[in-house]
């Protein structure tokens, strides 16, 4: 299995990192945005944007193979 670090782009599915970025801080995330889903929800909004603080423009992804 190889992995590599890639820009993130509109089109990578957004729930999977929107999990991934719960779980690093799920007290904050929970009063933040009261619920998984909420964020989810969010999440999904801004991610295919070019601007933002969860946009996809603002991460990097490490993908396999």
Same mark, same amino acid.
């Given at each position: ?21 719960? &779980? ?5 995330? &929970?009063?933040?945005?009261? &619920? ?23 991460? &990097? ?5």
């Amino acid at each position: 299995m190889s992995v590599c670090i890639v820009d993130a782009q509109a089109e990578h599915p957004s729930e999977p990192i929107a999990d991934l970025i719960w &779980t690093v801080d799920k007290p904050l995330m &929970t009063i933040l945005f009261g &619920t998984r889903d909420r964020w989810r929800r969010v999440f999904a909004s801004d991610w295919p944007e070019n601007k933002g603080i969860v946009c996809h423009k603002q991460m &990097t992804l490490a993908v396999r193979n």
